[in-house]
């Protein structure tokens, strides 16, 4: 097992020596496509928080001890014995590497995604170098203009188009790792990295973050709501807007911030509409706020307009003076009272008391008035 782990290092070294003399800057990686040498810094915390990248004189920085110097490449494969393949730096010079992961894990067509894209915008990707991954997929190598950097990025182009640029790298043909070793397509090798389409350069860059001066009667306090806004990630764009919009009115600067506001919400992905809206919405929301307006005053209701009639449930004052029954007949109401000792006029009758329905009272009213009937 050593003595394959050693070849499989050497031949290892081998690749990357070859690579670096057309150029490519090299790093030694293990099974596991990672760099093959530790940080010297793991487990230590810079107090200053920045990053070492290699200024320590140590190796273990990953992408940043890349090196196309045939004696440091011997050291660093000399460092890392268990090393079974190597890495290729991009953005690098002299070919500024761009690579194009097409890659077949994720189960969609990657290949027929960067074919439609290219219809789509108008390009053709040139004869190029193209390494085969042992998963089936396929790294397209490019270089781009020495004034540009492009971001790594994975998935954002495409589904399954993963993009290495300035502090990525890719793995080298040649590199044997766990799931098989990476080779070259044939006829490709003998390619250098063709220079990448203008119009896929502009796909693979950000979009620019133009400068938007602050108003100066806004002060410091509005240059910050502005940065505040343009710091926003998706997601969050809308209600950093509209807490920024919100403190400008607040503080009386909104009007003469608007504008910076919007422009700093429409650089960051919102549509001008919609950052207008939200403007809108904050100085609408601010305005209501206790204290910034007095409640109009409600005027007494008028007299008039109280209700001179009693409730329906309501049974009005009268005085009772005699019963009609059901039959028709009508009685005193000296009568009826004799009707709770039992006998009388009421003998007979289906009426148990006053609240009965079959029972009909005739009322005098307290003011001269038709005497009502109430059924």
């Given at each position: 097992?050593?003595?394959?782990?050693?070849?499989?290092?050497?031949?290892?070294?081998?690749?990357?020596?070859?690579?670096?003399?057309?150029?490519?800057?090299?790093?030694?990686?293990?099974?596991?496509?990672?760099?093959?040498?530790?940080?010297?810094?793991?487990?230590?915390?810079?107090?200053?928080?920045?990053?070492?990248?290699?200024?320590?004189?140590?190796?273990?920085?990953?992408?940043?001890?890349?090196?196309?110097?045939?004696?440091?490449?011997?050291?660093?494969?000399?460092?890392?014995?268990?090393?079974?393949?190597?890495?290729?730096?991009?953005?690098?010079?002299?070919?500024?590497?761009?690579?194009?992961?097409?890659?077949?894990?994720?189960?969609?067509?990657?290949?027929?995604?960067?074919?439609?894209?290219?219809?789509?915008?108008?390009?053709?990707?040139?004869?190029?170098?193209?390494?085969?991954?042992?998963?089936?997929?396929?790294?397209?190598?490019?270089?781009?203009?020495?004034?540009?950097?492009?971001?790594?990025?994975?998935?954002?182009?495409?589904?399954?188009?993963?993009?290495?640029?300035?502090?990525?790298?890719?793995?080298?043909?040649?590199?044997?790792?766990?799931?098989?070793?990476?080779?070259?397509?044939?006829?490709?090798?003998?390619?250098?990295?063709?220079?990448?389409?203008?119009?896929?350069?502009?796909?693979?860059?950000?979009?620019?973050?133009?400068?938007?001066?602050?108003?100066?009667?806004?002060?410091?306090?509005?240059?910050?709501?502005?940065?505040?806004?343009?710091?926003?990630?998706?997601?969050?764009?809308?209600?950093?807007?509209?807490?920024?919009?919100?403190?400008?009115?607040?503080?009386?600067?909104?009007?003469?911030?608007?504008?910076?506001?919007?422009?700093?919400?429409?650089?960051?992905?919102?549509?001008?509409?919609?950052?207008?809206?939200?403007?809108?919405?904050?100085?609408?929301?601010?305005?209501?706020?206790?204290?910034?307006?007095?409640?109009?005053?409600?005027?007494?209701?008028?007299e008039h307009r109280k209700s001179r009639m009693p409730h329906r449930n309501k049974v009005p004052t009268m005085a009772l003076t005699r019963v009609a029954l059901a039959s028709g007949r009508?009685?005193?109401?000296?009568?009826?009272?004799?009707?709770?000792?039992?006998?009388?006029?009421?003998?007979?009758?289906?009426?148990?008391?006053?609240?009965?329905?079959?029972?009909?009272?005739?009322?005098?009213?307290?003011?001269?008035?038709?005497?009502?009937?109430?059924?």
């Amino acid at each position: 097992m050593a003595t394959t782990d050693r070849q499989a290092t050497t031949l290892a070294l081998a690749h990357a020596l070859s690579a670096a003399e057309r150029g490519l800057p090299v790093i030694p990686l293990s099974r596991t496509k990672l760099p093959a040498l530790r940080s010297p810094h793991r487990g230590t915390t810079d107090p200053a928080g920045v990053p070492c990248h290699g200024e320590c004189g140590r190796f273990g920085h990953g992408v940043h001890d890349a090196s196309t110097d045939p004696a440091r490449i011997r050291a660093l494969f000399a460092a890392a014995p268990r090393a079974t393949g190597y890495g290729i730096a991009c953005g690098r010079p002299p070919h500024h590497l761009i690579g194009v992961d097409l890659d077949t894990k994720s189960g969609t067509d990657s290949s027929a995604a960067l074919r439609e894209l290219a219809l789509r915008h108008l390009f053709t990707i040139p004869a190029t170098v193209v390494v085969l991954t042992p998963s089936g997929g396929r790294h397209l190598w490019l270089s781009g203009p020495p004034d540009v950097v492009v971001p790594n990025s994975a998935g954002r182009l495409a589904p399954g188009i993963d993009i290495r640029g300035a502090g990525g790298y890719l793995v080298g043909p040649g590199s044997r790792t766990a799931h098989g070793t990476y080779t070259t397509a044939p006829g490709t090798e003998h390619l250098a990295p063709a220079a990448c389409p203008p119009a896929l350069l502009r796909l693979l860059l950000p979009p620019p973050r133009a400068h938007h001066p602050t108003p100066p009667s806004t002060g410091g306090h509005g240059q910050g709501l502005v940065q505040f806004v343009l710091a926003a990630h998706e997601g969050q764009r809308n209600t950093r807007l509209f807490w920024a919009a919100c403190r400008a009115y607040e503080d009386g600067i909104g009007p003469a911030l608007a504008d910076s506001l919007a422009d700093a919400a429409v650089s960051t992905g919102l549509s001008a509409h919609e950052a207008r809206a939200t403007i809108a919405s904050a100085a609408r929301m601010t305005s209501r706020r206790p204290g910034l307006r007095h409640p109009r005053p409600r005027s007494p209701r008028p007299e008039h307009r109280k209700s001179r009639m009693p409730h329906r449930n309501k049974v009005p004052t009268m005085a009772l003076t005699r019963v009609a029954l059901a039959s028709g007949r009508s009685v005193d109401l000296s009568e009826l009272r004799m009707s709770s000792t039992g006998g009388g006029p009421l003998e007979g009758y289906p009426c148990k008391n006053l609240n009965d329905r079959r029972i009909a009272c005739s009322a005098r009213p307290s003011r001269p008035s038709p005497a009502p009937r109430c059924i």
